[in-house]
């Protein structure tokens, strides 16, 4: 069955590095494009970055971009995302989530969503 | 880009139906045919209920339907359960020269 398995996460002071893994089992992770979502605790969801299937596009949302990259290493069906210089404002859970159509399928744009991971909480504190 | 507008809270008896509603503007809701509705129960991850405005994805209940009219985005409830009580948000494309997608803050729907 399809998981997608997130960690990575931890406590971590302001400025420092942290990457993010999100382990893919259960498909071929090199057919979808793969999302970051993240949630502050008690807020809303944000659109955070997505790769396409091969890693050749990436877009990013203006509050992380120069600071966050998505990427991926297919042949290890792992997804990825560095955040550097992290802020108090990053402090989120952070889920990778996987488009329902593979890519030959699917339409840029669409945002349907149909597996995602359990989350991964990121702390920025002093 | 800014978060899409939706109400904080909304509720109704089961049975009944709601609308939770979702504004935006010509750069992103009203702009696209590519928005989707999230259910979230609490500690888990979302759910996708509705996809490009009205499209419902497999094992989703009929109940729950989408639509829009120029820059807001609704989502419907019919025949309300006490399951549905949950955070819903809507997001939208909303890129031009970029890919990008907004969320909507989130509404609590409570089932009285």
């Known amino acids: 069955q399809v998981q997608l398995v997130e960690s990575g996460g931890g406590v971590v002071q302001p400025g420092r590095s942290l990457r993010l893994s999100c382990a893919a089992s259960?498909?071929?992770?090199?057919?979808?494009?793969m999302h970051w979502v993240r949630q502050a605790p008690g807020k809303g969801l944000e659109w955070v970055a997505v790769?396409?299937?091969?890693?050749?596009?990436?877009y990013y949302a203006d509050s992380v971009k120069g600071r966050f990259t998505i990427s991926r290493d297919n042949s290890k069906n792992t997804l990825y995302l560095q955040i550097n210089s992290l802020r108090a404002e990053d402090t989120a859970v952070y889920y990778c989530?996987?488009?329902?159509?593979?890519?030959?399928?699917?339409?840029?744009?669409?945002?349907?969503?149909?597996?995602w991971g359990q989350g991964t909480l990121v702390t920025v504190s002093s | 880009q800014s978060a899409l507008t939706q109400p904080r809270s909304v509720s109704g008896s089961p049975g009944q139906s709601v609308t939770i509603s979702c504004t935006g503007t010509?750069?992103?809701?009203?702009?696209?045919?590519?928005v989707s509705w999230y259910q979230q129960h609490p500690g888990k991850a979302p759910k996708v209920m509705i996809y490009d405005v009205n499209k419902r994805p497999s094992g989703v209940p009929d109940r729950f339907s989408g639509s829009k009219s120029g820059n807001t985005a609704s989502l419907t409830i019919s025949g309300l359960q006490a399951e549905d009580e949950a955070d819903y948000y809507c997001?939208?494309?909303?890129?031009?020269?970029?890919?990008?997608?907004?969320f909507g803050g989130g509404t609590k729907l409570t089932v009285l």
């Open positions: 259960g498909f071929t992770l090199s057919s979808y494009v």
């Open positions: 997001c939208s494309y909303a890129g031009s020269y970029t890919f990008h997608w907004v």
């Open positions: 010509s750069s992103d809701v009203g702009g696209y045919n590519y």
């Open positions: 790769t396409s299937h091969d890693g050749s596009n990436k």
């Open positions: 989530a996987r488009v329902s159509l593979p890519h030959y399928d699917y339409v840029w744009g669409s945002l349907d969503i149909d597996y």
